[in-house]
């Protein structure tokens, strides 16, 4: 039986930039945790994100409907926690029957605030794999940083 390298995507020799970079994600668990040993990535700017958008025209319109999305997420939830906060204090008069409406009313707000604008960018510009624009961006984000520290 060969056990010959077929030329996967894997390999080191496929992403040199990212050699001496260790593998960013925890293979034994899901893709929302990072490994606490991987080097820190300096701070980007919207100029960064700019640049990417440039170099990546399709992930670059996806990453721009996500932080979208995440805005909307976020505001849904302050939304809901004012509305619900202001309804139960004009009810109750009670400071925690408020803050428990305030809270419930918050999670409530960003459950629909994550559910709504996903559904609506999928019906505008179809489904966003977001752990691949993730990697997409992170990726750029290394190759453009050993780029400038190998011009200094």
């Given at each position: 039986v060969s056990t010959q390298s077929t030329g996967s995507l894997c390999e080191k020799s496929t992403m040199s930039h990212e050699d001496?970079?260790?593998?960013?994600?925890?293979?034994?668990?899901?893709?929302?945790?990072?490994?606490?040993?991987?080097?820190r990535l300096p701070r980007w700017n919207k100029k960064d994100i700019a640049a990417f958008a440039d170099a990546h025209p399709v992930e670059?319109?996806?990453?721009?409907?996500?932080?979208?999305?995440a805005t909307a997420q976020a505001w849904t939830g302050v939304f809901g926690a004012a509305?619900?906060?202001?309804?139960?204090?004009?009810?109750?008069?009670?400071p925690l029957y408020t803050s428990m409406g305030?809270?419930?009313?918050?999670?409530?707000?960003?459950?629909?605030?994550?559910d709504l604008p996903r559904v609506y960018s999928s019906v505008a510009y179809g489904s966003i794999n977001a752990d691949?624009?993730?990697?997409?961006?992170?990726?750029?984000?290394?190759?453009?940083?050993?780029?400038?520290?190998?011009k200094k």
């Amino acid at each position: 039986v060969s056990t010959q390298s077929t030329g996967s995507l894997c390999e080191k020799s496929t992403m040199s930039h990212e050699d001496s970079w260790p593998q960013a994600r925890v293979s034994t668990t899901t893709k929302v945790w990072y490994d606490d040993r991987m080097p820190r990535l300096p701070r980007w700017n919207k100029k960064d994100i700019a640049a990417f958008a440039d170099a990546h025209p399709v992930e670059g319109e996806q990453l721009s409907w996500l932080r979208w999305r995440a805005t909307a997420q976020a505001w849904t939830g302050v939304f809901g926690a004012a509305a619900a906060g202001a309804f139960s204090f004009k009810a109750s008069r009670n400071p925690l029957y408020t803050s428990m409406g305030a809270v419930l009313g918050g999670l409530t707000g960003v459950m629909y605030g994550g559910d709504l604008p996903r559904v609506y960018s999928s019906v505008a510009y179809g489904s966003i794999n977001a752990d691949h624009v993730h990697d997409t961006f992170l990726s750029w984000w290394r190759k453009t940083q050993a780029d400038r520290v190998a011009k200094k």
